[in-house]
């Protein structure tokens, strides 16, 4: 999923982030500071077994987030597919 962000939106759009930002607290996945924007890419480590609903520790990091003014743009493990040798999983 990184290298498809990076050759498929950030490099076209000549967009400057940070990869995997530590913030003291807690970790992003990428960070866009001129939009004050979040980017997490969520693997299922991130909900509660099979379902679509964030676990506790996830649902506190988005508060903090919100709290602190950013945008979060969530890519979730079920609504992507990953490239792998060539082909989409």
């Not at 506190?60 to 979060?72: E, F, N, Q, S, T």
Request: aromatic letters at 12%; charged letters at 30%; hydrophobic letters at 35%.
């Amino acid at each position: 999923m990184d290298n498809l962000l990076f050759r498929r939106v950030f490099k076209p759009l000549g967009v400057e982030y940070s990869k995997e930002v530590s913030t003291g607290i807690t970790e992003l996945d990428y960070y866009l500071p001129a939009e004050k924007l979040v980017i997490e890419v969520e693997g299922s480590v991130h909900y509660y077994g099979l379902t679509k609903h964030r676990n506790a520790k996830k649902r506190l990091k988005d508060r903090l987030l919100h709290a602190a003014g950013l945008k979060v743009l969530y890519l979730p493990h079920f609504d992507y597919k990953v490239e792998i040798d060539g082909k989409y999983t």
